[in-house]
């Protein structure tokens, strides 16, 4: 009851803050066993996730705090991930949505860009790794570092995005990639900077 209280609290907000329709109603389930968690997605998963979410289909799957083990994030900040999920899928309709753009919102949205993800970027930085945009916008990599590399620069660009350009400009990139616009026409549009010169910035 609670879960769903939050639900349709935040749906509306989350909506708004991405400029986007919140759409028809979509099912949260709360799985009590990780065996249930596994059989009854409809797809391929990650084996670390907490949560997932299914656009077309409008179904969300949480792992019951039973079988979370101790993890820090609150279950209304992994449902307001996954909501920016479905959110982000529905507007983006048959087309995929680039998952720096998926993951990054979903973070922002959720909350989840904290002191774990400032250590990763650290890192990152230390060892030369970090993706460029370019990079990013290809897909994620295959190496677990790099790839949880890709993730946290995902929320970093969208965070830095925002405070730089301006509240909107999520919304306008997410309207433009939406409507097929491709990367380097949608950040020009948005932002009235190069890929290039963002990633410089």
């Known amino acids: 009851q609670e879960l769903a209280r939050h639900a349709a609290r935040t749906t509306p907000k989350i909506a708004q803050q991405l400029g986007i329709g919140s759409g028809s109603a979509f099912k949260i389930y709360i799985m009590p066993t990780q065996e249930s968690f596994e059989r009854l997605q409809p797809g391929r998963f990650p084996d670390w ?27 209304t900040q ?10 982000l899928g529905r507007a983006f309709a048959n087309r995929p949505v680039p998952r720096w753009l998926q993951e990054g919102v979903a973070q922002l949205v959720a909350g989840e860009h904290n002191h774990d993800s400032i250590d990763t970027l650290s890192q990152g930085v230390l060892g030369g790794e970090l993706l460029s945009l370019r990079e990013l916008s290809r897909g994620f990599p295959k190496s677990p570092f790099r790839a949880r590399l890709a993730y946290v620069q995902s929320a970093d660009f969208v965070l830095f995005l925002q405070q730089n350009y301006g509240a909107h400009t999520i919304q306008r990139l997410i309207y ?8 380097d026409q949608s950040i020009h549009m948005a932002t009235g900077r190069t890929v290039e010169e963002l990633d410089l910035e």
Do not use: C, K
């Not at 979410?53 to 993890?71: Q, V, Y």
């Open 49 to 75: 996730a907490d949560g997932t979410a299914w656009p077309s289909l409008g179904l969300i799957f949480l792992r019951s705090p039973d079988i979370r083990d101790g993890r820090s994030d609150a279950l």
């Open 78 to 87: 992994v449902l307001d991930h996954e909501i920016a999920h479905i959110l």
């Open 176 to 183: 433009y990639m939406s409507h097929q616009y491709n990367f």
